[in-house]
């Protein structure tokens, strides 16, 4: 069985210039353990695709599945504690608080938890050595580059062990050498059983992936599961 379906997932916005369908009907099924790329220009449906996936903006039709959960049928409520169990999120942006340090930008998903200080700063402690920065936790996001930015927010997202991360162009704002560092640390994750859906408009990216959507006016254009190239991680 599927660990992610999407049964004729739609979502249109409603302008005052009249209607926008961002996402035509769409189907899939996704793998536990995928590496999903989601690919298209600008206006194609990626980032739509990526919020409904998200449990974070009801679809206009259709339902979609996580796990055997049909997440539009929870309450708000019960979908903001599904997203906290099951969903990390990495975005361009970093979204890190300038003052708090790494470690303390890593205990934020557990903040609503039970879990004691000393047991969130050893999870925080955990997900930083995950991506390799054991030794900038007490760092502000202004002493640190780009890249480990961007990993604190990867350390952020697997701080609560969700089953699925969805990354929403995590190289955007790199140069291509970190940009190369930060794909080897997703597929190195991967690799690890995590299943990773990320949209990207880089197309070095794309030989990461085990998977690739192609999206296009609001829908489906190509669904590619066997890129001929899938690199190894290094380091």
């Known amino acids: 069985m599927s660990f992610i379906t999407l049964n004729n997932l739609s979502k249109t916005y409603h302008t005052e210039a009249g209607e926008v369908r961002a996402l035509k009907p769409t189907g899939l099924e996704i793998a536990e353990g995928s590496f999903l790329g989601i690919v298209g220009p600008s206006g194609s449906g990626k980032s739509t695709l990526l919020t409904l996936l998200g ?95 961007e990993r604190v927010a990867i350390a952020r997202a697997l701080v609560n062990n969700p089953p699925m991360i969805l990354a929403d162009e995590p190289t955007g704002s790199l140069d291509s050498s970190t940009s190369a560092e930060i794909m080897d640390l997703f597929q190195e994750l991967n690799h690890e059983g995590q299943t990773i859906l990320m949209v990207t408009h880089n197309v070095e990216n794309r030989k990461y992936f085990d998977r690739v959507v192609s999206l296009r006016d609001g829908c489906v254009d190509v669904d590619e599961p066997k890129p001929t190239v899938k690199v190894a991680a290094t380091g």
């Open 55 to 149: 449990g974070l903006a009801k679809p206009s039709a259709g339902s979609l599945l996580i796990d055997g959960i049909d997440v539009y049928r929870m309450n708000e409520e019960k979908r903001a504690d599904f997203r906290r169990e099951y969903i990390g999120f990495v975005f361009q942006a970093y979204n890190l608080i300038p003052y708090l340090t790494a470690e303390e930008n890593v205990m934020l998903p557990l903040a609503v938890t039970s879990m004691s200080s000393r047991k969130q700063r050893q999870a925080a402690l955990t997900a930083l050595q995950r991506v390799g920065l054991a030794n900038r936790v007490g760092h502000l996001p202004n002493q640190l580059s780009g890249g480990e930015q």
